[in-house]
């Protein structure tokens, strides 16, 4: 179907907005369809340019950058949002020291905003009046696995000559509810989900592991095929894996299993954090990801060792290593082929070994500043 004008286009993309919003909300909450008809006389001055500034808000949780991507001022963007506040009588976003934090009523709208944009593509498409709405994906990553994935994922997508709009955001536990909902489009976990519409893929198995320390900690001058014992005797800071090492880390049964008790410094959730606490310390953590261990390569002051097969075998001999998955809708088209597997060839590369690394002693491959090198020991 091809519409004449832009103006009857926008009529029936707003009557569409109105369907969507007023079906949803009069099933939903009682207190909106009681003032639906009110509702219904504020939604009349939205416009497709406000429920884009939404979606993106919503997806980069940051009205700057936005604002930079739609090359408009930030003004503009903060008219947008107090327009929606007004006709939903809801403030959307509140604004935390990190950036904005999405209110319930936006959790609930985001889906739908995001199915109007479009459908607001596929119309203009028809018409003939410009390219459909790029899609756009969420996709929720352990720290150890976010590092650089955005980046890649994209470098990969020039490659194969594909369009890619991505944004990696933290691992969390509302990470399934959230993609069943139309939130997020892929999460990284170390277990599979057990809801029917999600579909888990296996991805591999842990190989490798990285003893990460300050330059001058004095780990760096044990012998390099036998620094786990001595690990035990200082702090362990735990990188968070959920659902791997949430409840107990394989150091710490490690420990017990020897007899002796492992001191937890505390734990990270974000690498950043780890390298703060690293450096003002005498604490050890681990990574299991060579990415992320290339990430902290680049922190002055840190320095990275591999760990060697055969203590990574006693590290693990009854706490069994990490096994990744990535979990997707089963709906065709949720995610592109060619994206999930992109991303299940960087998460293999970055988590297992390659052949020419299996070897008994420990690798050398991230030395830091002064930190001693395998020739010197």
Same mark, same amino acid.
């Given at each position: 179907?091809?519409?004449?004008?832009?103006?009857?286009?926008?009529?029936?993309?707003?009557?569409?907005?109105?369907?969507?919003?007023?079906?949803?909300?009069?099933?939903?909450?009682?207190?909106?369809?009681?003032?639906?008809?009110?509702?219904?006389?504020?939604?009349?001055?939205?416009?497709?340019?406000?429920?884009?500034?939404?979606?993106?808000?919503?997806?980069?949780?940051?009205?700057?950058?936005?604002?930079?991507?739609?090359?408009?001022?930030?003004?503009?963007?903060?008219?947008?949002?107090?327009?929606?506040?007004?006709?939903?009588?809801?403030?959307?976003?509140?604004?935390?020291?990190?950036?904005?934090?999405?209110?319930?009523?936006?959790?609930?709208?985001?889906?739908?905003?995001?199915?109007?944009?479009?459908?607001?593509?596929?119309?203009?498409?028809?018409?003939?009046? =410009?390219?459909? =709405?790029?899609?756009?994906?969420?996709?929720?990553?352990?720290?150890?696995?976010?590092?650089?994935?955005?980046?890649?994922?994209?470098?990969?997508?020039?490659?194969?000559?594909?369009?890619?709009?991505?944004?990696?955001?933290? $691992?969390?536990?509302?990470?399934?509810?959230?993609?069943?909902?139309?939130?997020?489009?892929?999460?990284?976990?170390?277990?599979?989900?057990?809801?029917?519409?999600?579909?888990?893929?296996?991805?591999?198995?842990?190989?490798?592991?990285?003893?990460?320390?300050?330059?001058?900690?004095?780990?760096?001058?044990?012998?390099?095929?036998?620094?786990?014992?001595?690990?035990?005797?200082?702090?362990?800071?735990?990188?968070?894996?959920?659902?791997?090492?949430?409840?107990?880390?394989?150091?710490?049964?490690?420990?017990?299993?020897?007899?002796? =008790? $492992?001191?937890?410094?505390?734990?990270?959730?974000?690498?950043?954090?780890?390298?703060?606490?690293?450096?003002?310390?005498?604490?050890?953590?681990?990574?299991?990801?060579?990415?992320?261990?290339?990430?902290?390569?680049?922190?002055?002051?840190?320095?990275?060792?591999?760990?060697?097969?055969?203590?990574?075998?006693?590290?693990?001999?009854?706490?069994?290593?990490?096994?990744?998955?990535?979990?997707?809708?089963?709906?065709?088209?949720? $995610?592109?082929?060619?994206?999930?597997?992109?991303?299940?060839?960087?998460?293999?590369?970055?988590?297992?070994?390659?052949?020419?690394?299996? =070897?008994?002693?420990?690798?050398?491959?991230?030395?830091?500043?002064?930190?001693?090198?395998?020739?010197?020991?």
């Amino acid at each position: 179907m091809v519409y004449p004008d832009k103006k009857n286009y926008e009529l029936l993309l707003c009557s569409k907005i109105s369907f969507h919003l007023i079906s949803y909300f009069s099933i939903r909450d009682i207190r909106i369809w009681e003032l639906r008809e009110r509702f219904m006389d504020k939604l009349r001055d939205i416009n497709l340019f406000t429920i884009r500034v939404f979606v993106m808000v919503y997806e980069s949780l940051n009205s700057l950058s936005v604002a930079n991507s739609l090359n408009v001022a930030p003004s503009k963007v903060s008219r947008c949002l107090g327009a929606l506040r007004h006709a939903l009588g809801d403030q959307l976003f509140i604004r935390r020291q990190y950036g904005f934090e999405p209110t319930p009523t936006a959790d609930k709208l985001y889906p739908y905003f995001q199915q109007i944009m479009c459908l607001a593509g596929q119309v203009c498409q028809s018409a003939g009046d =410009q390219p459909s =709405q790029q899609q756009h994906y969420i996709v929720y990553a352990p720290a150890t696995l976010s590092c650089k994935l955005a980046s890649e994922l994209k470098r990969h997508a020039v490659l194969k000559q594909q369009e890619l709009s991505l944004s990696v955001r933290p $691992l969390s536990a509302s990470g399934p509810d959230d993609i069943l909902q139309g939130r997020a489009d892929l999460m990284l976990s170390f277990k599979p989900s057990e809801k029917e519409r999600l579909e888990s893929r296996f991805i591999a198995t842990g190989e490798r592991l990285f003893v990460v320390a300050r330059d001058e900690h004095p780990i760096w001058h044990r012998p390099a095929n036998n620094m786990l014992d001595a690990i035990i005797n200082y702090p362990f800071l735990v990188t968070e894996c959920p659902a791997f090492n949430d409840r107990i880390d394989p150091l710490e049964l490690y420990a017990m299993d020897h007899g002796r =008790q $492992l001191k937890i410094a505390g734990k990270a959730g974000v690498l950043s954090e780890v390298s703060d606490y690293l450096m003002e310390s005498d604490a050890i953590t681990f990574i299991g990801a060579r990415q992320a261990a290339e990430f902290m390569q680049h922190i002055p002051g840190v320095s990275i060792r591999e760990m060697s097969e055969p203590e990574f075998a006693l590290l693990h001999d009854r706490c069994p290593p990490p096994k990744y998955y990535a979990i997707r809708r089963k709906e065709d088209g949720a $995610l592109p082929d060619w994206l999930l597997e992109c991303v299940c060839e960087l998460v293999t590369q970055s988590v297992t070994r390659p052949a020419k690394l299996h =070897q008994s002693g420990a690798s050398d491959i991230f030395v830091s500043h002064n930190a001693p090198t395998m020739a010197s020991l």
